[in-house]
């Protein structure tokens, strides 16, 4: 890259304008615009998600500050607190929404040869969750969740070898989590994992008939009656392995089909639990493993929620909220895709921690990370003698 340019030029370089440019015509988002387009303000509330800030006072005084600047960082040259707020209240949040899609594509190709996790399945897997991100009742009115409470919550697809989110719907804090199994299109032979909030048999049967597998975790008041039993082996924590069908006129309705139900004892926490799937040709330990990593959609949440700005928002309206998330989004997945393009070694969070000293600087990229070295310090050993004087 060009040693001119400032880091943060650097970075959205990876950025299509024009896919984002087609999806600001197809929503008029430039309608009656002069100077402070959609792309300027994609750029500014990235530039304030790497840098850290908490308001949107934070984020254009620090900008007025370097002024001569604007323009090569690619934000133009209307820049103001007024014109943003304006931008993130009014212009549609589809446009964000489309663009991030666009950048799930580009980095689920890059990042899917890249990861040895679960290199024994060879279909996709997918963890399904979603994250409640509380808000306040009195300023964001339109977000019902409790009688004193307000919040948004983000349905997410998560694909757990490649590392990215692949589908992310945005709801209020009302909408129960089942419902954004009606949302996801399911990929033949791919595995998906969730808890039991995502237990609805007619939906999972629709996952059984799409040719794809779920596995999840059965309540305790299921009612099945057991048609035979698989030979187990005790000694690696799984205690029974069965076939199953449902007892229940609606359950059994929904999902008229056998089950395969497996109870495992994990050591390491000593609980026993019970799982429920649609897959009979793993053997049963495989199908108890696969669920734990139903935590990497968990480790997605805490990272964007701690390292980028989804927690304080910079507008109050659903629109602006939106808005706010799908940059978070985008702004993850851009990471993503420069740590694949550049094949860097450091984690997510150790590539934003440089990135968030490094934003206008004029240095090439790369060189910010080959000269990096990250030092572990160990605790010191609570076994070590100690030497009295």
Known sequence: MNSGKYVFSQIVSLLSANDFNKYVEQYKGNYKV????????????????????????????GLKAQRNKWYHLGMGTGLSKSNLAYANENRDWRIFAAFANTLISEAKILCKNNSDVLPTIKGNVYAVDSSTVDLCLNIFWWAKFRKEKGAVKLHTQFDVKANIPTFIDITNGLTHDVHFLD?????????????KA?????????????????????????NYRRLYSAKVNKSKGV????????????????YPEKIR???????????????????????????????????????????????????SFWGYSENAVRI?????????????????????????????QILNFSLIDKIPIQRLFDDYYLQN?????????ILNL
Not at 211 to 220: C, I, L, Y
Not at 274 to 298: C, M
Not at 337 to 348: A, S, V
Not at 379 to 385: G, I, K, T, Y
């Open 198 to 222: 995502y237990i609805d048999f007619e939906r999972l049967y629709v996952i059984h008939e799409a040719g794809a597998f779920f596995v999840t975790r059965a309540k305790e008041n299921m």
């Open 261 to 311: 139900r497996i109870k495992y004892y994990d050591k390491e926490t000593d609980n026993e639990f019970d799982f429920i799937t649609n897959n009979f040709r793993l053997s049963a330990l495989k199908i108890a493993l696969l669920y734990k990593h139903r935590w990497a959609v968990e480790l997605f949440f805490k990272w964007i929620k701690q390292h980028l700005r989804i927690k």
């Open 324 to 352: 706010q998330i799908y940059s978070a989004i985008i702004t993850y997945l851009t990471i993503s895709i420069m740590k694949e393009k550049l094949k860097l070694k450091q984690t997510n969070y150790e590539i934003l």
């Open 239 to 254: 205690k029974c392995d069965q076939t199953i069908m449902l007892n229940n006129y609606y359950s059994s309705k929904g």
């Open 34 to 61: 002069l100077h402070f387009t959609c792309w300027h303000q994609l750029m500014c509330m990235m530039f304030g998600q790497l840098s850290n800030c908490d308001s949107l006072t934070d984020l254009t005084v």
């Open 377 to 385: 310090f160990k605790e010191q050993d609570c076994n070590q003698l």
């Open 183 to 195: 949302k996801i299109v399911y990929e033949a032979g791919a595995f998906y994992i969730a808890d």
